[in-house]
Structure formats: structure tokens, C-alpha cells
């Protein structure tokens, strides 16, 4: 199977679905994580195009850790906007990752980047198996499933796919730890510890799943469905 993630910020598919991500790569499967923005306003010392720089660095040492392919689409921290540009940058991410099972963020997330990303992972999903939507990679021959992650802060209920993760919290402690510069950046802006933070939210979750710790997602309705014979986000056989 193939998995295709989608965060709007270099580290957000590590704190939100990292885990799950961590699993499907080490049973075989193969994982894609795509990066909408560059992360060029998260520091407080560096220049844009030096946090910029070594935020990509960042990303490509979490993808190496379970071996996951990277995506880096490059749009400015902050100023992620619904249009054919950033669109169709989304449906090549589709096309290049060739998904069965896309996960994105909710468009009820606190963040505007967020919001956005998720708005467009939605509306890339069909588009992408369209031939005469014409972009750089051909079109894809089917519709993947597409799947909602936890918000920041667990701002949403009711996500009804849970995946225990808790053999391998160390490996994703390792991806998100792989961003280094962000452990100031989020305790001068949020004054949290981004692996506390994760830790307990995965730890909350996984007290619905009855483990220690788990990831939460929503299957997200659509039409055309996915293919019928497409297996589910927790199906991990």
C-alpha cells in the first residue's frame, strides 16, 4: 500500500500522524510525506532563507528515519492560499506520491496554513485521477481514500480511526526531534515542549483506544468513493 501525508509545516505530519506513518513504514508499506510551506518564519535568529534552509534539512532527516519519501512544495510560511497555483502543486503531490490512502489536515485545525492545506488535499483528491486536469506527472488511474488527522490541541471529537502507535512513540520522537529548531522556536512562541506536548495528546488518545499512546483520524466522506477493494487506515496486515 501506499500512504501520502500532508502537513502545511515541515513538522506537523510528525507531531499528528508521525507514529502511524512510523508503522506503515515498517510493516513494508510505502510512505510519501508531502511539506506545503518552507517554514521561513519559525525562528527568532535565523533569516527567512536560513530557517528556511535547515527546516528542509529537518524534513529530510524525519522522512530518513522510517525511510519515507519527502515532498517539498515551498510556499511561504504563513501565506498558504487556495489557488490554481497551490492547487495544482497539491495534485502533482497526489500524482507523484500515487496514493491509496491520502491523510491530511482537518479544515477545523486552529491554524490558517492548516485550514488551507487540509481545503486543498480535498479538493486535489478527485482532480488528480483526471487526464485532461494536465500537470507535470499523469494522471493518477484511481481515487484514494482520504483521511483527517488530529489537530493541535485535540480541537476536534468524535474521530472515529484510532491506530495504537505505542511500540513506536521512540521512533516518532526521533521524527520529530529530527526538527531541531523548532524545540525554541515553539517554547519562545507557544512556551511548550513540542515531545511533552506530543506525548501527552497521543497519550490522551490512546486512553480511548485503551493503550498507551494513539493516533486519531476521520475517514472523510466523499463521492466518488474510493475503490471498493481499498484497504483501511489501521488495516496494518
Same mark, same amino acid.
Given at each position: ?11 506537523? =505530519? ?20 508531502? =511539506?506545503a ?27 530518513? =528515519? ?5 515532498? !517539498? $512544495?515551498?510556499?511561504?510560511?504563513? !501565506?498558504?492560499?487556495d ?12 500524482r &507523484?506520491? *500515487?496514493?491509496?490512502?491520502?491523510i ?14 487540509? &481545503?486543498?488535499?480535498?479538493d ?26 488530529d ?16 511500540? =513506536? $512513540?521512540?521512533?516518532?520522537?526521533? $521524527? ?15 512556551d $511548550? ?5 506530543? &506525548? &501527552? ?12 499512546y494513539?493516533?486519531?483520524? *476521520? ?19
Amino acid at each position: 500500500m501506499r500512504l501520502l501525508a500532508i502537513g502545511a509545516h515541515p513538522d506537523d =505530519v510528525d507531531l499528528l500522524c508521525g507514529g502511524t506513518l512510523a508503522r506503515y513504514a515498517a510493516a513494508g508499506h510505502h510512505v510519501t510525506i508531502a =511539506v506545503a510551506t518552507n517554514g521561513n518564519v519559525g525562528s527568532t535568529t535565523l533569516s527567512r532563507e536560513e530557517i528556511a534552509a535547515v527546516r528542509h534539512q529537518e524534513a529530510a532527516n524525519s522522512c530518513a =528515519v522510517i525511510g519515507a519519501d519527502l515532498i !517539498w $512544495m515551498d510556499f511561504e510560511d504563513e !501565506w498558504l492560499f487556495d489557488n490554481r497555483e497551490t492547487r495544482t502543486v497539491f495534485i502533482d503531490a497526489y500524482r &507523484q506520491a *500515487r496514493p491509496d490512502i491520502v491523510i491530511a489536515h482537518s479544515t477545523g485545525d486552529y491554524h490558517p496554513d492548516h485550514r488551507i492545506a487540509g &481545503q486543498l488535499a480535498a479538493d486535489a483528491r478527485i482532480p488528480s485521477a483526471v487526464p485532461l486536469v494536465e500537470t507535470r506527472f499523469p494522471a493518477l488511474a484511481s481515487i484514494p481514500k482520504l483521511y483527517t488527522m488530529d489537530t493541535v490541541g485535540q480541537l476536534e471529537g468524535g474521530l472515529d480511526v484510532l491506530v495504537d502507535i505505542s511500540e =513506536v $512513540m521512540d521512533t516518532k520522537v526521533s $521524527m520529530v526531534t529530527s526538527h531541531a529548531s523548532q524545540k525554541d522556536w515553539l517554547a519562545h512562541i507557544f512556551d $511548550m515542549s513540542y515531545v511533552e506536548f506530543m &506525548q &501527552q495528546q497521543n497519550a490522551v488518545r490512546g486512553a480511548e483506544l485503551g493503550v498507551t499512546y494513539a493516533e486519531a483520524f *476521520r475517514e472523510v466522506p466523499s463521492y466518488p468513493p474510493a475503490r471498493p477493494d481499498l484497504a483501511t487506515l489501521g488495516d496494518l496486515a
